[in-house]
Structure formats: structure tokens, C-alpha cells
């Protein structure tokens, strides 16, 4: 703070489905706020900002958004704060893709993937280059979006996160059907299906289930799609 006074700390799960635990905060640098402290917590401040406006999804509110983020974007590149600016991108991406600028949306994966293998951050690289490959696979570049996700693929199969492999082999699916591949499109819901069952996720089980039966009845196995 740039004042002295009393202030109340509020602190709140990263996400709804945080584990349950005891948590302690420790001060472990008692000292005087710096310009870079400073420049960190504004940076922290725009990030927020344009996050909430975003969740708002309103289109006015988006542009708002994704000018806020830029702000934060520059504030992160110039304290040399990596894993805040890939974070940045990753959140501005989301936003383009909202606009259907997918041009911009590949773009800002593509700015964060090397982010993201230097960290050594083999989730966010599998989510960056899975990212790539739905904005080609939304300007019909299929050959380039599949491959785009086999790589996403091959990571999330190392991490062994289910639901993630389930939606990377879902979306191989898709391309697959798209390029008139029915038996491979097939050959990857039929992976997808356990995983996404194991998850919990019924949207993706669901449509994992309804894809697979409209394909067995594109290649005249109607038995198969009941």
C-alpha cells in the first residue's frame, strides 16, 4: 500500500473445485515497496480487471477487456515476469476467439508456446499448441490444426490428465470427420469415451456418444449407432 493504515486481506479459492486444506500466510520480506512492487501490483490490478469484464462476456465489455489486458501484457514484459505474461496471452487468445479472430487467437498461442517450453510448463505448452490447432481447424486449415493437436497429444498422453487427452482426442475427432475420415474420427472418440467418463465431464461424454453414433450411421452401421 502506499499509505500506512489498516488494510483487510481476502483471500479465495483459485478455482470451485480447489482441494480443501489448511492454508497459512507468512510475511517473509518485511521491507519498503519498491517501483518494481509497485509496477507488479498494478500489473495484478489491470490483469483482474480485464478478467472480470471478460467473465461479464458482454461484446463491448470484451473490447474493454482485451485493452486492459494489453496494458497488464506490457507491464508483465517489462518486470520480465514469464509465466504472468503467457498467462496474459493465453486470457487475451480467449478473448479473441470469443470475437471469431482466429487469426489473432493463433497469434497470441503462438506467443505464449515458447513461454510456456521455456518454463518448462508442459501443460500450458500442450494447451498453447492444442490452442494453434483450433484456430486452424476454425479457418479450415485442417492438415495444420491436426498437426497442431497430434503434438498437444503427445504431451497431455505423458501427463496423463484425463479430461484434457479426452478433448485433445475430441477435437482429432472432429478434424477427422471433417476430412471425410470416419473410421479414424471413430478410432478417437472410441479413445476419447473412458476418459471422459472418468472425468465426470456428461457434456463431453454426451457428445462423444452422439458423434460416434451419427458416424456409424454415415458408414451404414445402424446397428452400431443404437
Same mark, same amino acid.
Given at each position: 500500500?502506499?499509505?500506512?493504515?489498516?488494510?483487510?486481506?481476502?483471500?479465495?479459492?483459485?478455482?470451485?473445485k480447489?482441494?480443501?486444506?489448511?492454508?497459512?500466510? &507468512? /510475511?517473509?520480506?518485511?521491507?519498503?515497496?519498491t517501483?518494481r512492487?509497485?509496477?507488479? /501490483?498494478?500489473?495484478?490490478?489491470?490483469?483482474?480487471?480485464?478478467?472480470?469484464?471478460?467473465?461479464?462476456?458482454?461484446?463491448?465489455?470484451?473490447?474493454?477487456?482485451?485493452?486492459?489486458?494489453?496494458?497488464?501484457? !506490457? &507491464?508483465?514484459?517489462?518486470?520480465?515476469e514469464?509465466?504472468?505474461?503467457?498467462?496474459?496471452? /493465453?486470457?487475451?487468445?480467449?478473448?479473441?476467439?470469443?470475437?471469431?479472430?482466429?487469426?489473432?487467437?493463433? #497469434?497470441?498461442?503462438?506467443?505464449?508456446?515458447?513461454?510456456?517450453?521455456?518454463l518448462?510448463?508442459? !501443460?500450458?505448452?500442450?494447451?498453447?499448441?492444442?490452442?494453434?490447432?483450433?484456430?486452424?481447424?476454425?479457418?479450415?486449415?485442417?492438415?495444420?490444426?491436426?498437426?497442431?493437436? @497430434?503434438?498437444?497429444?503427445?504431451? !497431455?498422453?505423458?501427463?496423463?490428465?484425463? &479430461?484434457?487427452?479426452? @478433448?485433445?482426442?475430441?477435437?482429432?475427432?472432429?478434424?477427422q470427420?471433417?476430412?471425410? #475420415?470416419?473410421?479414424?474420427?471413430?478410432d478417437?472418440?472410441?479413445?476419447?469415451?473412458?476418459?471422459?467418463?472418468?472425468?465426470?465431464?456428461?457434456?463431453?461424454?454426451?457428445?462423444?456418444l452422439?458423434?460416434?453414433?451419427?458416424?456409424?450411421?454415415?458408414?451404414?452401421?445402424? @446397428? &452400431?449407432?443404437?
Open positions: 500500500a502506499d499509505t500506512d493504515g489498516a488494510y483487510q486481506l481476502i483471500i479465495s479459492a483459485a478455482g470451485p480447489a482441494a480443501r486444506a489448511k492454508y497459512a500466510i &507468512r /510475511v517473509e520480506d518485511w521491507r519498503a515497496g517501483p512492487d509497485a509496477q507488479f /501490483v498494478e500489473a495484478e490490478r489491470k490483469f483482474s480487471e480485464a478478467t472480470q469484464l471478460m467473465r461479464r462476456g458482454k461484446a463491448d465489455l470484451l473490447t474493454q477487456a482485451a485493452a486492459i489486458y494489453q496494458d497488464a501484457l !506490457r &507491464r508483465w514484459r517489462e518486470l520480465g514469464r509465466r504472468y505474461e503467457m498467462k496474459t496471452l /493465453v486470457y487475451l487468445a480467449a478473448i479473441n476467439e470469443r470475437q471469431e479472430n482466429f487469426r489473432r487467437f493463433i #497469434e497470441l498461442y503462438s506467443q505464449a508456446l515458447p513461454i510456456a517450453r521455456e518448462g510448463d508442459r !501443460r500450458y505448452e500442450a494447451r498453447s499448441l492444442s490452442g494453434i490447432g483450433w484456430g486452424w481447424h476454425n479457418l479450415g486449415e485442417y492438415r495444420k490444426a491436426l498437426e497442431y493437436y @497430434q503434438a498437444a497429444l503427445t504431451i !497431455r498422453r505423458s501427463l496423463g490428465i484425463g &479430461r484434457d487427452l479426452a @478433448q485433445t482426442l475430441t477435437a482429432i475427432a472432429l478434424i470427420t471433417e476430412m471425410g #475420415e470416419a473410421n479414424l474420427a471413430l478417437a472418440y472410441q479413445q476419447s469415451l473412458p476418459l471422459a467418463r472418468a472425468s465426470g465431464d456428461k457434456d463431453m461424454y454426451a457428445f462423444t452422439s458423434s460416434m453414433a451419427w458416424l456409424h450411421i454415415k458408414l451404414n452401421e445402424h @446397428q &452400431r449407432a443404437i
